[in-house]
């Protein structure tokens, strides 16, 4: 039995200790926002929050994010409204084919949380492990600098 808190839910799963995170959160949980990509923790396709930090929950064994407070893409709305992120990634225009952007989004809210203002080295380096095949980059970056003039 593995017990996991995800978007401030306790969810008491019966599954091995070594099941990947992704896997519990789309298969047990059902939250399938997290994308599968590489399976190798490359591409970031699969980042989650834990502690705030992201992750990649490809690589990450349940047993390693017991006891940690997890947030997936779905828990970035409060009440049905999107967070900053999540607001300026529409308005910007960032996704062309969307497949990474629930990565890039939790990655950039990460960024947010520890670093308000960030520079563009701040912004490249907190990015630099989440892929983007359709090459949105510089939406990207508009977008995290958006949201960091945004107030909420």
């Given at each position: 039995?593995v017990?996991?808190?995800?978007?401030?839910?306790?969810?008491?799963?019966?599954?091995?200790?070594?099941?990947?995170?992704?896997?519990?959160?789309r298969?047990?949980?059902?939250?399938?926002?997290?994308?599968?990509g590489?399976?190798?923790?490359?591409?970031?396709?699969?980042?989650?929050?834990?502690?705030?930090?992201?992750?990649?929950?490809?690589?990450?064994?349940?047993?390693?994010?017991?006891?940690?407070?997890?947030?997936?893409?779905?828990?970035?709305?409060?009440?049905?409204?999107?967070?900053?992120?999540?607001?300026?990634?529409?308005?910007?225009?960032?996704?062309?084919?969307?497949?990474?952007?629930?990565?890039?989004?939790?990655?950039?809210?990460?960024?947010?949380?520890?670093?308000?203002?960030?520079?563009?080295?701040?912004?490249?380096?907190?990015?630099?492990?989440?892929?983007?095949?359709?090459?949105?980059?510089?939406?990207i970056?508009?977008?995290?600098?958006?949201?960091?003039?945004?107030?909420?």
């Amino acid at each position: 039995m593995v017990t996991l808190k995800v978007n401030g839910e306790q969810h008491d799963l019966d599954i091995e200790a070594e099941m990947p995170l992704l896997w519990a959160l789309r298969t047990e949980i059902g939250l399938t926002g997290t994308k599968y990509g590489c399976g190798i923790a490359q591409c970031g396709a699969c980042t989650v929050l834990m502690d705030g930090r992201p992750v990649r929950s490809c690589s990450l064994p349940v047993s390693g994010a017991q006891g940690h407070e997890i947030t997936t893409i779905e828990g970035l709305s409060k009440d049905g409204n999107l967070n900053k992120v999540q607001q300026a990634w529409i308005a910007e225009d960032v996704p062309q084919c969307g497949y990474c952007q629930s990565g890039q989004i939790m990655s950039a809210t990460a960024l947010l949380n520890r670093t308000p203002n960030p520079d563009d080295s701040d912004i490249d380096a907190a990015m630099a492990g989440n892929i983007c095949r359709c090459g949105t980059y510089v939406r990207i970056r508009r977008a995290i600098r958006r949201a960091a003039a945004t107030k909420a």
